[in-house]
C-alpha cells in the first residue's frame, strides 16, 4: 500500500478568461472521463497584472478516492491521474497537470515539506530521465538572483532520491517544476488567499501529444488562403474544443461554420478530427478558383499576393481532410439550414463554431493603438437579431446535444454602446429556451480596454433534431 495520495493542481495559461476552465472540462468529457465529475474550480474573476482577466491559474484537482482505504483503488487513481493529464494536453488555456510535492511560503519551507515525500514515490514517479523546470507566474523572471541549481540545493532529498535516474536536459521523459507565484491584483495589491508563494511540482506525463503542436503548424503567418478576418489558430483551436464536447466516441464528429471566411475554425476542427462544412456569404472565400491572397507576404510565406490560391490549399499543406462542402450560402436565407444539413447526408451536425460578422470587423490591435476611436459601432437590437438567427440555425441543424459556439461582441470601458454581460445573458436564456438551447457557459475574452468579446457555449436540449432535404446549391465560381 502506498502513502496517501499527493494534492494534484492543474496550471493553466493567462489566456481566454474563465472559458479555459470550461475548455478543461469540455476535453475531459470527449475523453471519456469519470461519470458526473465535480470540479472544484475556484470561478473568482481576478483582474491580475499583465492584463489577464479570469479566475485563477492555479486550479486544485478533486481527489478521486482514497487508496488507503482499498489498495484496489491504486490502478483506478493512476488512470484518473492519466485523464486529466491528456485532457490538459489537449487544451488551448492549460499548461498541465502537476502532482504537489512540495509548497510553503519560501525555497526552504516548501524543501521542508518535499522531504516528507518518500524516495521509493519519487523514484515511482520518475521512472526514466528527468530534468528540472523553473517557472515564475505573474513575473518574468525570479526574485531570486542565483541559478535554478543554486534554488534547487535546498531539495536535497528529493535530488538524492533522483540520483538513480539519469538527467537529460533535451529529451527528458519526466518534467519537475519550481513554480515561484509573484502574482498582483492590476492595482498592484496581492492576490486574495493567495497559493504557496514556492511549490515543487511534478508534471503528470500525458499519453497524448500537447495540441500545441497542431497549433504551430495551423499559424496564420504559414498559410496559403487568409483573409483579414482569420481567428488565431489558438482561439479557434479553443473554440473547436468547446464545441466538441458531447463528439462520439467512435467516428469522426462532424461541425459546420457558417460564416467560415477563409476557413480558421475548420481547420482547427479538422485538426482535432472532426469532419466539416463551410460556407460563406463571400462566394470567393468559398470558391473552387484560386485567388491572390489580399494579406501581407510574410518571411514563412513570401508569395503570399501573388500566389493563387484557394482554401483547400490551407487542408492540403496541413495534412488534413478537407471539407465535407464549402458553400455560398446566406446565413438569412429561409432555406439556409437545409442546405447545410444536404451537404451533411441530410444529417444533423455535432458542433456549429462561428465568429460571426457583425458589421465592420473588430480592432485587435490592443489598447495602445485604439486612440479613443471606435472600430466599430453595434446596434444591440441588429446583433440580438443576428444572433437570434443562429440560435435557430442551431436548432435545426444540431443532433441532441450538440453545442452552439460563437463569439459575440459585449460592453468594455471604452465602448458602452455594447450589451452588457447580464443583459446578454438574459437574451441567451430566454431565446435559447424558445428554440431548445440550454446556456452552458458565458465567459469574456479581454482582448483591450476597447475589446471585450464573449464565449458563448450554448446546448441542444430537445429529445430529437429536425432534419431537412433541399438541392444542393452549386458554389459560385
Known sequence: MRAKPLPLLALFYARAGDSRLAEFEAVAQRLAGPRDMVWTWDHEILATHGGDIGPRIVQWL???LDPLLDPLLNP???SYERWLADAAAGCVG???VFELWGQGDSIDACAEVA????AQHIRSRVSGSWRIESLV???RRSQHAGSLGARMAAFGSVLDALEVRPVDLENAKHRIWLVEDRQLLKDSSPLPFPPPRYMLLYEVPARVPAIQSRINALELRKRAFLSTSTLPADRAMLLCNLALAQAPRVGAATLLDPYCGSGGILLAAAALGAQTVGSDLDWRLVSEHPWPSRVAATPSRPARGEERVRMHDNFLEAGLPEPKALLNVDVGAPDAAECWLQANGGEPFDALVCDPPYGRREFHGGAEAWAGELSFQVDTATLYNALRT????????LKPLGRLVFLAPVRSPKDVSKPT???????????GAAHGMRLAHLGVEVRHGGLHRAVVVME????SASRFKCESRESSG
Open 137 to 139: 507566474l505573474g513575473a
Open 62 to 64: 478533486p481527489p478521486l
Open 460 to 463: 441542444r436540449v430537445a429529445s
Open 115 to 118: 522531504s516528507a515525500v518518500p
Open 94 to 96: 492549460c499548461r498541465g
Open 390 to 397: 443562429l440560435i435557430r440555425h442551431a436548432e435545426r441543424t
Open 76 to 78: 483506478l487513481r493512476d
Open 421 to 431: 454581460l447580464d443583459t446578454f445573458e438574459k437574451m441567451l436564456q430566454v431565446d
